[in-house]
């Protein structure tokens, strides 16, 4: 089966940047679309910034201006860089791919999550 591996979490202070990354292994023919989430504490997950394999891409207001999703296709895997960070931006990040495998099922896939906390 295919995993979904986060990395690059961790303590930022307000303002800060960090930079995200998400790997796809296993038996994949295509990854549609590949995609960020984020759930706050005590929050529901929520869409962050999803895009295509064609490179279209869409991100929550809240991020607009200020994250930035890529992929390479090549490699299988995503990238989200984030700026001006806020106490806000502060939740477990989880990547997610549309992904078809060589066992002829297409659904979605759910990295583990990691951690990203913004605070002084």
């Known amino acids: 089966q295919v995993r ?5 979490g961790g303590l930022v202070q ?5 930079t995200l990354s998400c790997a796809a292994v296993g038996d994949i023919i295509v990854i549609h679309s590949m995609s960020w989430y984020r759930q706050p504490p005590g929050k529901e997950r929520e869409l962050v910034a999803i895009q295509t394999r064609s490179g279209t891409a869409d991100y929550a207001d809240a991020v607009k201006g200020r994250f930035t999703i890529s992929r390479d296709n090549a490699k299988n895997t995503a ?11 502060t939740a477990v990040y989880y990547c997610n791919a549309d992904i078809y495998t060589t066992s002829m099922d297409q659904r979605d896939y759910w990295g583990q999550g990691t951690q990203v906390t913004v605070s002084s």
């Open 4 to 8: 979904l591996v986060e990395s690059g």
């Open 79 to 89: 990238v989200l860089q984030m700026a001006s960070l806020e106490p806000e931006d």
């Open 14 to 18: 307000p303002g800060g940047s960090l």
